[in-house]
């Protein structure tokens, strides 16, 4: 997407003036292959004696059908093809009245990460529209894949098509993907036509509520996922690793987030201000299941994990209470058939507690789930049942004044925390800081102190 400024020296009537704009885009157009509606100019007319041009040497004089051109573009063009970009302008410019000695031009490149074109976001980083120029590979470098014996079909997929298929696969429509992406819904059929044109295969169903992925299409998402995965591990591969930036998608248990996680993401937001960091909560076991899926790059959870897949770090040391109403002064009061508040399956407090229970002579302990902490504790509270928490969270959270807090003996009060990310994927620069501030924390606020200089204590 070339940004093109034209300035003249004022006095042309506005026809001539949209002439220029027209025979400078379509020279565009023809030469780079950008399509028609790529076009972003601004034309400004100046007073004469406001622009200064000389002729650098050359021995010739300039005119007042002066045209200087600036044309700001992605990095990549070959000399050969900036040289055609020049001679199809002058030569669009000539039945215009304006002659060689009156065109300027200046060419600006820069990368795919040095454009938005709305919204506040980088639509060429994310992959939302595709990098002018990618397209014009020789042939003879383009791969090809079999897909009969008889036939050939190349591969030359975009990217920003595989988002789009995935944005749409993921909202399972058209008009929810558009308005995900910040686009139109036109651009996403257009190219989701595009996309299926070129594999030569269907890739939804569309009915009343929506699209489906068809058959071809179940085959086509998981390599589009690993593709735009892989493809933003490399963006953070390669960054700067003395100052992150980029998505960085954490998990955590709802326990560890309300006690240790104002503090870390406060030092690790001052650290790394350029990453865009996502926390999502749930018990372990979906946590778990998020990294092994690739959709977290790493979480906090109950460990051990032991899973071969994954490389798990200790980070935190918790002690375990079993928290029960006030009027419940010791654990024998306790019913043999007690009801435990805790968070929705795949909770290892659950599974801890319920095992904690059994070896009391517990039998038929019943479960109410509940999605916060606050719900929990004020059930705890007015008597429905009992939970496990870290003690610090129940001495940290406003209902402990309405509940009463039970030791465990040694060999059951302690939970370790560890942070889990795949092993088949190298951390980023920004898991590699968040990891090394989650571990920083647990040893003590005096070496929050990263290479960076910059302080993450908070006192």
Not at 28 to 56: K, M, N, S, Y
């Amino acid at each position: 997407m070339p940004f093109v400024r034209i300035d003249l020296i004022r006095g042309r009537r506005p026809d001539e003036v949209r002439a220029i704009a027209d025979a400078t885009h379509q020279a565009l157009v023809d030469v780079l292959g950008i399509p028609e509606r790529d076009r972003f100019q601004v034309v400004t007319e100046h007073d004469a004696d406001h622009v200064i041009a000389l002729d650098a040497g050359l021995g010739f004089e300039r005119t007042d059908r002066l045209v200087m051109i600036q044309i700001f573009t992605q990095s990549g063009r070959t000399t050969e093809v900036k040289q055609r970009v020049y001679r199809n302008i002058a030569e669009r410019l000539e039945p215009l009245g304006i002659g060689g000695e009156g065109v300027f031009i200046g060419i600006v490149e820069n990368g795919s990460q040095d454009w938005s074109f709305g919204f506040g976001r980088a639509q060429y980083v994310e992959g939302v529209l595709p990098v002018p120029g990618r397209r014009h590979h020789p042939p003879c470098h383009r791969p090809q894949v079999r897909s009969c014996p008889q036939a050939h079909v190349e591969v030359d997929v975009e990217l920003s098509d595989l988002r789009i298929f995935l944005a749409v696969a993921r909202t399972h429509g058209i008009t929810k993907a558009a308005q995900e992406l910040h686009t139109v819904q036109s651009n996403v059929s257009a190219r989701i036509h595009a996309l299926e044109k070129h594999l030569g295969a269907p890739l939804f169903r569309r009915h009343a509520r929506g699209v489906a992925l068809t058959t071809a299409g179940e085959q086509l998402l998981p390599y589009a996922e690993r593709i735009s995965r892989l493809v933003d591990e490399a963006h953070q591969a390669v960054g700067d690793e003395a100052d992150p930036c980029g998505p960085l998608r954490i998990g955590s248990m709802e326990t560890t987030a309300g006690l240790r996680l104002p503090t870390l993401l406060a030092a690790f937001a001052e650290d790394c201000p350029r990453v865009d960091l996502s926390l999502i909560t749930g018990p372990t076991q979906l946590l778990v299941r998020d990294v092994l899926a690739y959709r977290l790059d790493g979480a906090l959870v109950n460990g051990p994990v032991r899973r071969p897949d994954l490389v798990e770090t200790p980070v935190f040391e918790e002690r375990l209470v079993l928290v029960t109403a006030r009027r419940v002064a010791d654990l024998d009061a306790v019913p043999r058939d007690p009801r435990i508040l805790v968070f929705r399956t795949g909770c290892s407090y659950r599974r801890r507690l319920e095992s904690i229970l059994q070896a009391r002579g517990a039998i038929g302990v019943r479960c109410m789930e509940f999605g916060t902490l606050d719900g929990i504790l004020g059930c705890v509270g007015a008597g429905m049942g009992l939970t496990l928490l870290p003690a610090a969270v129940v001495e940290r959270h406003a209902a402990r004044d309405q509940v009463r807090v039970h030791e465990l003996p040694e060999e059951e009060a302690h939970a370790r925390t560890v942070f889990v990310q795949r092993v088949d994927t190298p951390p980023s620069p920004a898991l590699t800081r968040f990891l090394t501030h989650a571990q920083a924390m647990e040893q003590g606020p005096h070496l929050l102190r990263m290479a960076g200089g910059a302080s993450a204590a908070t006192g």
